[in-house]
């Protein structure tokens, strides 16, 4: 059985995540103080017993120039004795019917070990977002030029991604985390962050990419095992896009983590010249996610 977490639950959560990812107790402290909730927690029963759990976290991300809401998927773990029975394929399935709920239509991650690439890719993630080799803004730097003021250095720090399409966006009360994160540990450097991305909603992400191009007309054949809704036969022309119910003779075919990959821009220009000029190449960003 999959709940949401309560007040009564809450120390199970802790505790999974202290069974599966060995964290220091003070960045546990840190993350579950700043960036925990209730209400974006599911945990899977086991009769009476809280054995897997997922955390999903809002935030906003620049997509074609528009700011929309994403949820990071955080923490999911299984602890080891309920491990291949299926809990977190459902956690994750369920994740999906909240952000359709919450009208989010978008769902991001950050695998922390290359094996896991492959076992979202199961759920429609698709790899969107690369390891950055340069290092990002020092927060040391951004916080000493506005000691004393914390807005101050956040709007700093802003200035640098606010702006750019395709980019994971921060609050201040993201990065009042982040600093606190960074002090900890001594601001480390930060580089972006291999992610994937999943989409939830695709008639309003195409809607998004197709008000941006209004000179593409294209038609699409769109599979997605897991979310029916993504599934179909799609028209962009003149900056709208439409549904039909037969696939055209010219439609481009593809499943739903191809699409997105494509639809942000991810390594297009490696995909031959029609895709390039139908999506043209950006360079997805997230970064300073209290990794």
């Not at 906003?60 to 120039?65: K, L, N, Q, S």
């Not at 700011?67 to 994740?95: Q, W």
């Not at 009208?103 to 076992?119: A, G, I, M, N, S």
């Not at 700093?156 to 990065?175: E, G, I, P, V």
Request: charged share 25%.
């Amino acid at each position: 059985m999959i709940r949401f977490a309560d007040e009564h639950t809450r120390d199970a959560v802790r505790a999974m995540w202290k069974t599966c990812f060995g964290d220091p107790d003070d960045y546990m402290d840190l993350y579950f103080r700043h960036k925990y909730r209730d209400e974006q927690t599911l945990i899977y029963f086991e009769g009476e017993k809280a054995v897997a759990s997922l955390q999903m976290l809002p935030y906003y991300f620049t997509f074609h120039g528009c700011e929309i809401p994403v949820l990071y998927l955080s923490g999911v773990c299984t602890l080891p004795e309920a491990r291949k029975k299926g809990f977190s394929h459902r956690l994750l399935l369920r994740s999906f019917e909240v952000a359709r709920e919450r009208d989010v239509p978008l769902l991001l991650l950050v695998p922390q070990e290359e094996w896991l690439l492959r076992f979202y890719a199961k759920f429609g993630f698709s790899q969107t977002f690369d390891a950055g080799s340069d290092p990002l803004p020092s927060l040391r730097h951004v916080l000493n030029a506005h000691s004393g003021d914390l807005y101050a250095a956040y709007l700093a720090f802003d200035a640098h991604f606010r702006h750019r399409d395709m980019t994971l966006q921060k609050s201040f009360n993201d990065f009042r985390a982040m600093a606190e994160e960074a002090s900890l540990y001594h601001f480390p450097p930060k580089k972006n962050l291999i992610g994937m991305a999943r989409v939830i909603d695709l008639d309003r992400l195409l809607q998004l990419y197709a008000a941006t191009r209004s000179d593409v007309s294209i038609s699409l054949s769109v599979e997605d095992g897991l979310i029916s809704g993504n599934s179909g036969f799609y028209s962009v022309s003149d900056g709208l896009i439409n549904r039909s119910e037969h696939q055209a003779a010219s439609s481009l075919q593809m499943d739903i983590g191809e699409l997105t990959q494509h639809l942000m821009g991810y390594h297009t220009a490696a995909r031959g010249p029609q895709i390039a000029a139908l999506f043209p190449e950006k360079v997805p960003a997230m970064h300073y996610m209290l990794e």
